[in-house]
């Protein structure tokens, strides 16, 4: 296993697979542990890197990922194929906007696909969280770059850190939910349902 995650951590480097930050899974596992968590959501499963660590915390978790790319698709089932852990997770190979959920529900929704969708990720999945779960949506400060993007030359970089730094405001806002914005690798914001919801 942790063979697997070293040449999976060389594969993302070499091909620039954005996976996530050490502190932020070791964080994320940790929650998984306290909180006894059985049951998970990820949007963007890029070569399994997340889906796989977070899968291995305890033996009763199941996992469901969801991948829109061919190739990291492929290259996520082979990974999961050899972690021995394929029973506990299911790979879905679909945009996450179009995938039609029914009859299922999550403890924990993880967040790590499009940041430019985050909001209508959010907004179509909380439908699908256990009364008590949580939503963690990695890459909240964009490489330091959430909170500055007026002055981003680049019009595409300066649109999609616009688009995050609406869903952090739009988290901030939001009537159901309370979020949290923890500065651990490349920002986690962690999101409850408010107690009166
Ligand atoms: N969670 C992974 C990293 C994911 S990188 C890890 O930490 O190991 C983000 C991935 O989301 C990319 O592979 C990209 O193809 C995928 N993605 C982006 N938008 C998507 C969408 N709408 N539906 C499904 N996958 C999407
Ligand atoms: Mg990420």
Redo the contacts with the bound molecule.
Sequence with gaps: MQDLIKEMESYANENN????QKESIVYIMKYIKEHNIKSIL??????G??AILMASVNEDIKLTT????ET?YMECLKNIKKSGLDKKINVVYQ???EVNLTGVSYDLIFI???KG?NNNFFEKYKNFLNKDGIIIT?NINFHGLVGNSETIESKNLKELVGKIESYIEFLKENDEFDTEFLDIGDGLSVSRRKESN
């Design positions: 697979v954005p996976i996530i990820e949007i963007g499963s890029a070569i890197y997340s969801i991948e829109r790319d990291r945009d996450a906007l790590d696909a499009a969708q990695d």
